[in-house]
């Protein structure tokens, strides 16, 4: 693909991996979750000019495009920290006391569930269920998995990220 | 997951015979990498390489022993050994007792022929068709799933019955959607069958969003193919050349695997033109879910699938008539495919043999909570409730006392004591006010107060709400607002009675699913355990000491050394006394963090 304009209709070299992601997607019906799942991995999240081009280039309304992006909550719309962790809030979770393992994660990073701290280290996120019922409470690093959790032994996980 | 497992080398004769070499397998399961599996099998390629033993490392699935996690399996020409609670620092002995002195560590064992251990009931109660293959096979390896008679099911299909002689096959067998509400898959199959178009679709619908359920997670991370030569079955008896996996993204060694699974199911000529040489085509594309509960709602889906936001829209039509992009649909649950294979080998009256009048079959359920063996239990319809908890997870964790099952998650029902003896069966948990839902079981415990349980569940199915339909949204959000009150002691005069009648409301006529079952956690702990929601409202106290508002803080005379360590971490100053005096706290200062107990080094500090 040559050019990726944007709304501004100017060349933007940051939108080239999202160009490729684009036209990797052009003949898929539905493309429009898989394409901004993609663009989030590539940018980490999805930014104003990234849901403009992919408007403009697939022709789709971004007020569509905001739509989706806002009733999934995998969509991130604000920068967030390099690691990202994930309490559980399960069930089982949260009979064996997540409450109190999000808690005590908050008070270690000095942040709230949804924000991240100044130095764009780590994001606190509250989820569903990660399917890890057994080794309640758990939470997820990225892509890592940690099971029977107590506070202490989440901080000390976390020291290990820092 | 960065590191990739070797994979065993495929002889092109005799699927999966079994090297002469010694062979240590690893659970490598979301669980079993959870509790540190990665590390264990570290240390094993370590301590071969070290003591240059020459066995072959395999990974395998979640076998559903989840509370042994992790698990290694060791196979010598003895027979094959199971070890649980495995971490590095035994993997030197396991090595040199076990396969260099061939002296298996009785004390270690959790599984093996021969060997009578606390955990051998645990399997040998259940009954395996869903999860035959989990634990046992490695499931990124298509030549095991060969070995254990994978696929013939599908080329039996394909050579000699037709289409719907398969769908008599299923309605025979009774099979019922595993996904929660139990419609007869045979019937689905053939009203899709049926319907006009041409071009029909299969959607295995992989987005497992109760919490407290993961069977589908660990039948995908597990035995993947079983999945898809039942969707290739279902395909062929439909006639649907294409197939989705609706799979969530939170579940991404099951994505991966099934990644791994397709591209050999194709390279055999399994999936694509002409699947076994034969005329009928069929292809399965992967759709990842972004994080919406409600899109396990089946319209909901194609609408996610279509790339649209997920919300449902009313029925009918059905998608069987006008589904993903308005062609005839069908779409299954994962346990659902994971029986065809096993039905179309081994026939409709074996499986229908199974279970009860008319709920056919096994069910797997996924018990969790303060019970001592929690894990993955495949049981025949109609097994009671107490067998499940009782007999083969083994009762209540630290000797606790059972106050309650949760069924189903968030659209399930919390069950006491005196209904243990039910059958588990669609219609005999519908009864009671619970459904079978997906198969969570999250057993409670004195520890644990219905009021606030029921609060979690409104504030999940709340937050989960699409927001489409009135009854939903408000209502939860309502329903809601009262339960928070209630755990915090400020109930208003008519506040229990409105909510059963909100509960009542929302449930008729709300939407979709979601909506319809979201009161039933109110409506059965307001019926199982109502005295709770009494004690909360006039006695303003919480017995299990869970809604913080409602519980003070005290210590204990006969067990305070006064050291004064909870002084020290009392945020508020609320905690006053002389060194080696017991100490006090002052209720008008305390605002109830509970650091104070949880530092106490004497266990002096209590909730009443």
Known sequence: MGCICGARGRENPHLSRLGEILD??????????????EAQDAYGYLSEDVLEAISTEMSVPLSQIYGVTTFYSQFRLHPHGREIIKVCHGTACYVSGAEGITKGIAEELGIKVGETTKDRLFTLESVACLGCCSL???MMINKETYGRLTSDIARGVIKKYE | MSK???????????????KPSAQIIIGLGTCGIAAGAWDVWTAFEKELK?????????????IGLCYREVLVDVVTPRGKIAYGNVTPAMVSRIVSSHLIADKPIEDWIVLGDGYETSDTDFLARQYRIVLRNCGQIDPEVIEEYLATGGYKALEKVLREVPPEEVISIIKQSGLRGRGGAGFPTGRKWEFTRRAQGDKKYIVCNADEGDPGAFMDRSVLEGDPHSVLEGMLIAGYAIGADEGYIYVRAEYPL?????????????EKGFLGKSVMDTPFSFDIKIKE????????????????????????????????????????TCINNVETLANVAWIVSNGAAEFAAIGTEKSKGTKIFAVTGKVKNSGLVEVPMGTALREVIFGICGGIKDDGEFKAVQIGGPSGGCLPAELLDITIDYESL??????????????????????????????????????????????????LEMLTRITRGRTRDDDLELLETL???????????LGQTAPNPVLTTLKYFGHEYDVHIKERRCRAGVCTELVTYAIKDNLCKGCGVCVKHCPVDAISGARKEVHHIDESKCVKCGLCMEHCPFDAINKV
């Open chain 2, 430 to 479: 519908t009864a009671t006010g619970a459904i079978m839902g997906s198969g969570g079981m999250v057993v409670a415990d004195q520890s644990t107060c219905m009021v606030d349980l029921a609060r979690f569940f409104l504030d999940f199915t709340q937050n989960e709400s699409c927001g489409k339909c009135v009854p939903c949204r408000l209502g939860t959000k309502r329903m």
């Open chain 2, 4 to 18: 990739n497992v070797k994979k065993q080398e495929a002889g092109n004769q005799g699927h999966g015979t079994r």
């Open chain 2, 50 to 62: 070290k003591r240059k033993v020459k066995a072959e490392l395999k990974q395998t699935g979640c």
């Open chain 2, 503 to 513: 509960a009542r409301d929302v449930k008729v006529a709300s939407l979709c699913g």
């Open chain 1, 24 to 37: 990797k997607h052009r003949n898929d019906a539905g493309f429009l979750i898989p394409v901004l799942q």
């Open chain 2, 254 to 266: 099951a994505v991966k695997r099934l990644r791994i699974a397709i591209s050999q199911a194709r």
């Open chain 1, 136 to 138: 309640a409470p758990v």
């Open chain 2, 289 to 328: 879910g972004a994080g919406a509960f409600v899109c396990g709602e089946e319209t909901a889906l194609i609408a996610s699938i279509e790339g649209r936001r997920g919300m449902p829209r009313l029925r009918p039509p059905y998608p069987a008539t006008s589904g993903l992009w308005g062609k005839p």
